[in-house]
Every structure is written in structure tokens, then in C-alpha cells.
């Protein structure tokens, strides 16, 4: 089985030029994790919703709540991004990507081809992959 079986195709992206206030948006309206960041067509980084709370909640800054949605509106994506982020191929077996995201830690990986990003692989993708096997082991 290949990473493209299973990838999610097209994900939704931001600009690093955007704000983390816009990058936290399109997470919650999609439930995402994670955003590839796209400049000129290309994949330049990531943003984890890890990036953002690391970033709202600094032990180095000291500030008042009102500064939270000033903060949020004026940080952009590129402060706080993985840079030059890990990709895996659509044409890569799915053992492997699991064991890369089992040793890395990795939650997800953009998906990646001639420098285009085509989809997006995360444990939830691998997760729907496992249960549709299992119930077809079921049948059997």
C-alpha cells in the first residue's frame, strides 16, 4: 500500500506572510492539527497547532489578556512555522511512512512530488486505513 491509498489530497494551506490568528482559524474550522505553508506554489514549511500554543504562551513574555488577540493577529505564520519541513512521496510504501512518524514522532507529513505538494498524510489518515483493513480481515 502507497502513501497515495490513504493521503488527504489538496489540504488546505496558508501563506507564511498570513497571521497565526489565521493559521488557528482554518484549524478549528477543519479540525485540522496542521497546515502546510505554501509561498509561490511551494512548500516552505509547516504549522502545528503546537507552533501556535508554543507561541501564544511564551513563558518569556509577560503581558495582559487583552494582548492575546493583538498577539494573534499580528504574528505571522513564518515566526512560527517548521521551516523546510519532512515530506514523503506519493509514491512512498506505508510502512515506512508509519515507522518514519513512529520514530520522529510525526503526527503528519506533507506529500510532496517534483516540489508540488499534493495531499497531506496524518495518523487519522492511517487510522481510517487501519479500521477499513481490520473490518476487511473481519469479513473473511
Given at each position: 500500500m502507497l502513501v497515495r491509498?490513504?493521503?488527504?489530497?489538496?489540504?488546505?494551506?496558508i501563506g507564511p506572510n498570513q497571521?497565526?490568528?489565521?493559521a488557528l482559524a482554518r484549524m478549528r474550522r477543519g479540525g485540522f492539527r496542521?497546515?502546510?505553508?505554501?509561498?509561490?506554489?511551494?512548500?516552505?514549511?509547516?504549522?502545528?497547532d503546537r507552533d501556535l500554543r508554543l507561541a501564544m504562551?511564551?513563558?518569556y513574555v509577560l503581558r495582559e489578556g487583552w494582548?492575546?488577540?493583538?498577539?494573534m493577529e499580528h504574528i505571522e505564520v513564518r515566526s512560527c512555522m517548521t521551516p523546510n519541513p519532512v515530506t514523503v512521496s506519493p509514491?512512498?510504501?506505508?510502512?515506512?511512512?508509519v515507522r518514519l512518524f513512529q520514530?520522529?514522532?510525526?503526527g503528519g507529513a506533507p506529500v510532496v512530488?517534483?516540489?508540488?505538494?499534493?495531499?497531506?498524510?496524518?495518523?487519522?489518515?492511517?487510522?481510517?486505513?487501519?479500521?477499513?483493513?481490520?473490518?476487511?480481515?473481519?469479513?473473511?
Open positions: 491509498d490513504v493521503m488527504t489530497p489538496d489540504p488546505v494551506t497571521s497565526i490568528g489565521t496542521r497546515l502546510p505553508v505554501v509561498e509561490e506554489g511551494k512548500l516552505v514549511g509547516i504549522i502545528t504562551n511564551s513563558p494582548y492575546d488577540s493583538y498577539l509514491d512512498d510504501k506505508l510502512a515506512d511512512v520514530e520522529q514522532k510525526f512530488e517534483n516540489d508540488v505538494l499534493l495531499g497531506i498524510i496524518t495518523e487519522t489518515d492511517l487510522m481510517r486505513c487501519l479500521v477499513a483493513l481490520l473490518e476487511a480481515l473481519d469479513q473473511d
